[in-house]
T-cell receptor, first 114, second 109 residues
């Protein structure tokens, strides 16, 4: 139990589908993150939300659309994805985005685009 | 550009000691983190260094030299459960975390 819960754990979708990934944190943190983890590559930061406002968007394609309705929930809406988008998508939260505040990660969603 | 380098894979023997190195080139420095990630699981926080020197936490220790852009994670009395990937990350001047690709550690009996 990490305090950060992601659903679903596994997702297979076609390139024309629309799906959403969900993340929920029970730690009272103010910042939430979406990361992409591909095999043998560094974690890629996709989006950062602080106090429900997006503060970072690392040039992520528009086929990925985040939503943060409140400080405990974060969504990643997916549409018209490509096979190269297949990866592990990790959600994380931290007390804030600075200093020694470590990030707590969810178990991730293993996404396969066919 | 910003870069974190760590070995791709290391092998060690149960009961032994292993040192995983991490070198970094980043725009500014606001701390270095080590995380452990077992296959199919979430990364979990191990240590944080912001000043030079050694931080010890049980069987795990982490060292930092800011002048050399270098850190290492030292694991003592290795156990089979220590088989995992170890991720090095640096917080840069914009407080963004820059991640290494991770070191896969294989422990053999």
């Amino acid at each position: 139990e990490t305090g950060v819960t992601q659903t679903p754990r596994h997702l297979v979708m076609g390139m024309t589908n629309k799906k959403s990934l969900k993340c929920e944190q029970h730690l009272g943190h103010n910042a939430m993150y979406w990361y992409k983890q591909s095999a043998k590559k560094p974690l890629e930061l996709m989006f950062v939300y602080s106090l429900e406002e997006r503060v970072e968007n690392n040039s992520v394609p528009s086929r990925f659309s985040p939503e943060c309705p409140n400080s405990s929930h974060l969504f990643l809406h997916l549409h018209t994805l490509q096979p190269e988008d297949s990866a592990l998508y990790l959600c994380a939260s931290s007390q804030d985005g600075t200093g020694s505040a470590e990030a707590f990660f969810g178990q991730g969603t293993r996404l396969t685009v066919v | 550009g910003q870069n974190i380098d760590q070995p791709t894979e290391m092998t060690a023997t149960e009961g032994a000691i292993v040192q995983i190195n991490c070198t970094y080139q980043t725009s500014g420095f606001n701390g270095l983190f080590w995380y452990q990630q077992h296959a199919g699981e979430a990364p979990t926080f191990l240590s944080y260094n912001v000043l030079d020197g050694l931080e010890e936490k049980g069987r795990f220790s982490s060292f930092l030299s800011r002048s050399k852009g270098y850190s290492y994670l030292l694991l003592k009395e290795l156990q089979m459960k220590d088989s995992a990937s170890y991720l090095c990350a640096v917080r840069d001047s914009n407080y963004q975390l820059i991640w290494g690709a991770g070191t896969k550690l294989i422990i053999k009996p």
